[in-house]
């Protein structure tokens, strides 16, 4: 092996310890890394921006700005509180009811976003039920990964696949990974409600104050809101239509992001909108692609492809099954967004020594990158996030306490994708 690529190994497996470590922040530590990669000739410069996907970076901040707008109207606590007065203030049903708001919010916001807006409603629930918050949102962590894994843009894994790989269309996602999301939905909600019965008791007058609510008054900008949703329904309509339309997916998104700023008009709502973007991880997503470069260019991922190649002796069957289970069990320990940068151009190699039928592969790496997040608190942004918010409303969620809901119902996800898979494509 030549003395570029072993240096391409050494800062990039570095650079993926440090960030297991959670000891320096990984936005930090990707951007020094993709700075040392320059630096040390590893790649140049112009070789490194040729591998950032802005793509993927253009369909985050475009959705995020949307999302960001759409938030200061309220839409989201309205239809928490909504669902809790539909499901008349019983516990199972107002944990059925945020599990599958959750999971389709995710399946077109990002999971962070929908987290975000979930959790504070999901605490002024509970109080007025007074029941442990807990089991609803570890829920919803599940559920965000779920829904997220439905389409193009429901988690970031996604956006990186759809990007790299052309012929699958936001539609590509939905028509392949929306049954099986349904499937394993279905599967975890008699699970769930086995799991915490004991915790979501509640008596008849408490739940009476949940129907007291004014879900009305959670709107808080009409006229904004007629703007949101029109913007809203054209940005999903165009991403619908983007491959007919010959547009990228970034392209929808950011006009549909500037198209409502247009709307909205206002030095005020553009410097909001501009602050609902995530630019750290919008950073960590530009380092990461610039790491991963180096083990393109030194030929690192090729050698990797060849061995895995000799490993499943080139069966779609094999390969599938391997993408499936080892990105399921790596997304639950390590970050899914470095995992699945590096498995992409590992799988685009392996579609030229010999593999010709890929699409089986990237529904694999798909599902186990998404739904691996689940396995463990640290297995995606969002379930650190719900933690985060837990802790400070003095309901900590340890790593071991949800371990033991997560993993199994993670498992339980891959072995339903594992047979899904066999069926729609291997058989």
Same mark, same amino acid.
């Given at each position: 092996?030549?003395?570029?690529?072993? *240096?391409?190994?050494?800062?990039?497996?570095?650079?993926?310890?440090?960030?297991?470590?959670?000891?320096?922040?990984?936005?930090?530590?990707?951007?020094?890394?993709? &700075?040392?990669?320059?630096?040390?000739?590893?790649?140049?410069?112009?070789?490194?921006?040729?591998?950032?996907?802005?793509?993927?970076?253009?369909?985050?901040?475009?959705?995020?700005?949307?999302?960001?707008?759409?938030?200061?109207?309220?839409?989201?606590?309205?239809?928490?509180?909504?669902?809790?007065?539909?499901?008349?203030?019983?516990?199972?049903?107002?944990?059925?009811?945020?599990?599958?708001?959750?999971?389709?919010? /995710?399946?077109?916001?990002?999971?962070?976003?929908?987290?975000?807006?979930?959790?504070?409603?999901?605490?002024?629930?509970?109080?007025?039920?007074?029941?442990?918050?807990?089991?609803?949102?570890?829920?919803?962590?599940?559920?965000? +990964?779920?829904?997220?894994?439905?389409?193009?843009?429901?988690?970031?894994?996604?956006?990186?696949?759809?990007?790299?790989?052309?012929?699958?269309?936001?539609?590509?996602?939905?028509?392949?990974?929306?049954?099986?999301?349904?499937?394993?939905?279905?599967?975890?909600?008699?699970?769930?409600?086995?799991?915490?019965?004991?915790?979501?008791?509640?008596?008849?007058?408490?739940?009476?104050?949940?129907?007291?609510?004014?879900?009305?008054?959670?709107?808080?900008?009409?006229?904004?809101?007629?703007? @949101?949703?029109?913007?809203?329904?054209?940005?999903?309509?165009?991403?619908?239509?983007?491959?007919?339309?010959?547009?990228?997916?970034?392209?929808?998104?950011?006009?549909?992001?500037?198209?409502?700023?247009?709307?909205?008009?206002?030095?005020?709502?553009?410097?909001?909108?501009?602050?609902?973007?995530?630019? &750290?991880?919008?950073?960590?997503?530009?380092?990461?692609?610039?790491?991963?470069?180096?083990?393109?260019?030194?030929?690192?991922?090729?050698?990797?492809?060849?061995?895995? &190649?000799?490993?499943?002796?080139?069966?779609?069957? !094999? /390969?599938? !099954?391997?993408?499936? *289970?080892?990105?399921?069990?790596?997304?639950?320990?390590?970050?899914?967004?470095?995992?699945?940068?590096? !498995?992409?151009?590992?799988?685009?190699?392996?579609?030229?020594?010999?593999?010709?039928?890929?699409?089986?592969? *990237?529904?694999?790496?798909?599902?186990?990158? @998404?739904?691996?997040? +689940?396995?463990?608190?640290?297995?995606?942004?969002?379930?650190?996030?719900?933690?985060?918010?837990?802790?400070?409303?003095?309901?900590?969620?340890?790593?071991?306490?949800?371990?033991?809901?997560?993993?199994?119902?993670?498992?339980?996800?891959?072995?339903?994708?594992?047979?899904?898979?066999?069926?729609?494509?291997?058989?």
């Amino acid at each position: 092996m030549e003395q570029q690529a072993i *240096w391409a190994i050494g800062i990039f497996l570095l650079i993926y310890g440090l960030i297991i470590s959670e000891k320096i922040h990984r936005t930090i530590l990707a951007m020094l890394g993709a &700075i040392v990669m320059v630096a040390m000739g590893i790649v140049d410069q112009e070789t490194a921006l040729h591998h950032i996907d802005f793509n993927t970076l253009g369909l985050l901040v475009g959705m995020m700005m949307i999302v960001g707008i759409t938030a200061e109207t309220g839409l989201f606590k309205y239809a928490a509180v909504k669902s809790a007065k539909l499901a008349k203030g019983k516990p199972r049903r107002i944990l059925i009811a945020l599990f599958v708001i959750t999971a389709l919010a /995710s399946a077109f916001l990002d999971n962070v976003t929908t987290v975000l807006l979930m959790v504070p409603v999901t605490f002024s629930i509970t109080r007025q039920l007074r029941i442990n918050p807990l089991p609803f949102l570890m829920s919803q962590i599940i559920a965000s +990964n779920v829904g997220g894994t439905a389409t193009l843009i429901g988690d970031p894994p996604n956006i990186m696949i759809g990007s790299a790989v052309k012929e699958l269309t936001f539609m590509s996602f939905i028509n392949n990974l929306a049954p099986v999301i349904i499937i394993i939905m279905l599967a975890y909600i008699p699970l769930l409600l086995l799991m915490f019965s004991k915790q979501i008791k509640s008596t008849p007058e408490l739940q009476q104050s949940i129907m007291d609510m004014d879900e009305k008054a959670m709107i808080t900008d009409h006229k904004l809101l007629r703007k @949101c949703l029109i913007v809203l329904g054209i940005t999903i309509t165009g991403f619908f239509l983007h491959q007919a339309l010959h547009l990228e997916s970034a392209t929808v998104a950011l006009a549909g992001a500037f198209l409502l700023l247009l709307l909205t008009g206002g030095e005020h709502m553009l410097e909001k909108a501009f602050h609902s973007v995530e630019w &750290i991880t919008i950073f960590f997503f530009i380092g990461l692609f610039v790491l991963v470069s180096g083990l393109v260019e030194t030929g690192v991922i090729a050698e990797l492809a060849a061995k895995a &190649i000799d490993l499943t002796g080139g069966d779609v069957l !094999m /390969s599938s !099954m391997m993408i499936l *289970w080892v990105s399921a069990i790596a997304s639950a320990f390590l970050d899914n967004i470095p995992f699945v940068a590096t !498995m992409i151009p590992l799988i685009q190699e392996m579609g030229q020594m010999g593999i010709t039928n890929l699409e089986p592969l *990237w529904w694999s790496l798909a599902l186990g990158a @998404c739904l691996g997040g +689940n396995g463990t608190l640290i297995g995606a942004s969002a379930n650190l996030i719900v933690a985060g918010l837990a802790g400070k409303e003095g309901y900590p969620i340890s790593f071991m306490k949800y371990l033991k809901v997560g993993f199994p119902l993670m498992l339980l996800s891959i072995v339903i994708s594992s047979i899904y898979l066999y069926l729609r494509y291997l058989m």
